[in-house]
Every structure is written in structure tokens, then in C-alpha cells.
């Protein structure tokens, strides 16, 4: 089966930090690029980081500059996103994402697996 699961979410106060995992399974995982997204409440879903073969990590929200990492272990086919200096504004729920591709869009009409969603609350 062919699936993206996210876990690590929860509720951290404001200036902690949270590690997500997306373990990837049933596809090549060279063979995607894979991303975080967000979708915070009452907002459209944007692109936060991503990791691809080509550029390694490219930053899509400027606002989480300095604060978040991507990182990614290709033996356990595993994405992490580590969030430092949290704050209420990260407040959202996060999904990974993989596109087929040897570089990151950020285009959330281009990914082609999501994961289920992983709740980030951020408490000030």
C-alpha cells in the first residue's frame, strides 16, 4: 500500500519545539521529492519545506526560516521536520507530502501522496 504517516504532532508551549516524522511505504523513495505542508485554521494549506535529490532542502514559507529543518533517512524511508522557537502562529495541522520529481514545487496540486495530517498546537 502506498502511503505517506505522519506522527510527532502535539501540544508545545510557545518557544519549544516538536520533531514530525513521515515514514513513506509501498513507493521508490528516491524517486520523490517530499514536502511539509500546513494548513492552519480558517487559512489556505501552504508549502513549508521540502526535500528533493536535485536542491536537497528548499524553504517555501519564509516564516519558519532559522526555526524549522528538514532532514530525511533514506534506510527508513523517513522525512523529519524539526520545529524550534515554536509560536502560536505555527498552530496547524501538517501533512507530508511526496511528489514525483527530482526537485520540490511546492505545488500542492502536483504532490501525489499525502499523509493523513499530524495537529500542531502551539500555546502562547
Known amino acids: 500500500e502506498v502511503q505517506l504517516v505522519e506522527s510527532g504532532g502535539g501540544l508545545v508551549q510557545a518557544g519549544g519545539s516538536l520533531r514530525l516524522s513521515c515514514a513513506a511505504s509501498g513507493f521508490v523513495f528516491d524517486d520523490y521529492a517530499i514536502g511539509w505542508f500546513r494548513e492552519a485554521p480558517g487559512k489556505e494549506r501552504e508549502a513549508v519545506l521540502c526535500?528533493?535529490?536535485?536542491?536537497?532542502?528548499?524553504l517555501f514559507a519564509d516564516s519558519v526560516k532559522g526555526r524549522f529543518t528538514i532532514s530525511s533517512d533514506n534506510a527508513k524511508n523517513t522525512v523529519y521536520l524539526q520545529m524550534n522557537s515554536l509560536r502560536p502562529e505555527d498552530t496547524a495541522v501538517y501533512y507530508c507530502a511526496a511528489e514525483r520529481s527530482t526537485y520540490c514545487s511546492g505545488s500542492y496540486y502536483l504532490a501525489e501522496i499525502w499523509g493523513q495530517g499530524t495537529l500542531v498546537t502551539v500555546s502562547s
Open positions: 526535500i528533493s535529490s536535485r536542491d536537497g532542502s528548499t
